[in-house]
């Protein structure tokens, strides 16, 4: 029995090549974000890319490391990161159906990672912004016209849910009245304010309200992002179904689980020696933060309440729920075929062995059902390194050099941190994009 815990420990590992980044490596990148650790956290990521990320989904690998430069204020680094993301990610539109084979045999790890619509709309909006950050407004006009071309022809789609992103509509926006094209950022306007108004159950937000003075020419607008959160993570749970003659059986574990055998090897001896049917399927779990809100104070004291603008916790799970059907459809046809190759292997076993008793058989069959088991491994690949919400405020200030605050509050209205952004320069009739992120 040793032996077959360890050689089924040895498949796991050779089968891990098809793995995700694990939930305790999400974790402990997840508290490096809430330290604000953001470059620390997005050296470790480059450090273990081969060994968290496959080959395959360097894409992924590519997304969670731009996203924590950014946070860092490395604009360059974090964009070089997004533009191979995004190269990446237009590849996969041309990978033919025919190499999904192993997504029907063995598990979805199988095939690259399917970037999620709001995931892939983001990357437009983290490019501008990392452009706008090395005043490159050109370049965030290109990116704002590459989100709004890829939201229309997703809101064109037949998709259901999840078929447009008003927060980036609203960005692309105000790109485009920076750059004086008034028609495009009327036109990402209305999708904008559409968006929330048709998706507001999904999303639960409140299309912004962004009062503008009649002299705004004389002012400059501060325009002033706070990421905050950590995203819900994926994790696996499986289910087995084992029966025989007298009654039937259903056992579960989880990734999460402390203590005792790895989960998958504990599936794994399981089925061997039960013969039990595996499958498996991720989960989100939420992950506590304490900042709910957060508002501007100038130097005049006068306090601005950032408004939520997107909320990609909730986009998350309404992506989950969305690919929950072909999972599951997936899971089940795998289970189909694994305990059919397990029986015609007991078969096989059986008449060349002339066991009449079918005791190798019935070994090999088990044998069969454990690689089986050992191989089914729940997609728990996601943008783990986003924010869970996205905040902005649209201010109006006198020009001259000022230091702006950024106050953070708890679900109790409690001051809980505050970031200042020293002596910006302001200018009448400019425009500044700011950002902050916080992950408590």
Known sequence: MKKARVYLLGLIVFCSACAAPSLRYKTEI??????????????????????NYSRQDRALAYLDEAVLLHDAGESAKSDELFAQAQDRIED????????????????????????????????????????????????????????????DNLRGSK?????????????????????????DARICRVNAMDGYHRMR????????????????NELAEVIIFHYNGVL??????????????????????????????????????????????????????????????SFVQTGDGERYKLQKMADLAAAARADLEERKLGMWTRAAARAVVKQAAAAATRKAVNSATNDDNQIW??????????????????????WFTLPAQIFMTRLFLPPGEQDIWLKFSDGMGNIVAEHKFAKVQLEAGGRIFLHYRTAK
């Open 361 to 382: 058989g019935d070994l090999a069959g088990l044998f069969v059902n454990a690689v089986g088991s050992a191989v089914e491994k729940a997609d728990t690949r996601q």
């Open 232 to 293: 819900p993570l994926k994790k696996s749970a499986t289910i087995q179904f084992a029966a025989d003659k007298v009654r039937g059986m259903i056992f579960s574990s989880s990734e999460s689980r402390r203590g005792g055998l790895d989960p998958e090897l504990s599936n794994a001896l399981r089925a061997g020696s039960l013969g039990a049917v595996t499958i498996a399927y991720p989960v989100l779990e939420a992950q506590p933060f304490v900042i709910t809100s």
């Open 201 to 216: 159950s999904l999303l639960n937000i409140r299309p912004p309200d962004f009062p503008v003075p009649a002299n705004y």
């Open 30 to 51: 997840n508290n490096m974000t809430a330290q604000g650790q953001f470059k620390e956290a997005a050296d470790k990521i480059e450090a273990k890319r081969t060994k």
């Open 159 to 183: 998709r259901k849910g999840y078929n447009d992103d008003p927060f980036v509509q609203y960005f692309a926006s105000l790109i485009f009245e920076s750059v004086g094209q008034i028609d």
């Open 92 to 151: 996969l539109y041309t990978v033919s159906a025919t190499k999904s084979t192993g997504r029907l045999l063995i598990n979805d790890l199988t095939l690259p990672y399917s970037v999620a619509p709001f995931e892939r709309a983001l990357t437009f909006f983290y490019r501008a912004m990392n452009f706008l950050e090395q005043d490159n407004l050109s370049d965030a006009a290109v990116e704002a016209r590459r989100a709004a071309a890829f939201l």
